[in-house]
């Protein structure tokens, strides 16, 4: 209801019966009098409030939209910077890796040498016991082809 409805309605509520001598004898018209310049400043004053209240959300709309764009720019860039991030966070784990193969060939590596030296040294022995047995299995004689 309006603050005019609500006058009207309160102006048309009379007191029953007549007046007394002295008496106003509309007292309602007479508290509707008093009552206006208040009613009117809160009239004034609610609708300012609305006003208030319309401008605060159109400037919160404003900003959870500012808010959304620059959620958008930051998941984007984070996108983009993904595969550095994971490249420098994968750099220690690599490094390692590659130490560790490093260090893996170098030890087949000493120990193909050692297997070598090792075949080396016992190769004429090797070789002088594979000619006796083929010495034995022809009964000691040597053939040319």
């Known amino acids: 209801m309006s603050l005019r409805e609500f006058l009207e309605r309160f102006r048309a509520v009379g007191t029953p019966g007549g007046s007394a001598t002295g008496v106003p004898t509309d007292r309602t018209t007479e508290r509707a009098a008093e009552l206006e310049p208040a009613l009117a400043r809160l009239a004034d004053v609610q609708q300012e409030a609305a006003q208030i209240r319309a401008a605060a959300e159109q400037e919160a709309e404003a900003l959870r939209q500012n808010a959304a764009r620059e959620a958008a720019r930051m998941v984007e860039a984070a996108r983009e910077g993904a595969p550095e991030v ?48 083929a010495l034995r299995l022809t009964g000691g004689r040597w053939e040319e082809p």
């Open 86 to 133: 994971r490249q420098q966070a994968a750099e220690p784990l690599l490094r390692e890796a590659r130490h560790e193969a490093k260090a893996l060939r170098a030890a087949g590596d000493r120990t193909a040498s050692a297997l070598r030296e090792r075949a080396l040294e016992r190769m004429p022995h090797l070789v002088d016991l594979a000619v006796a047995d």
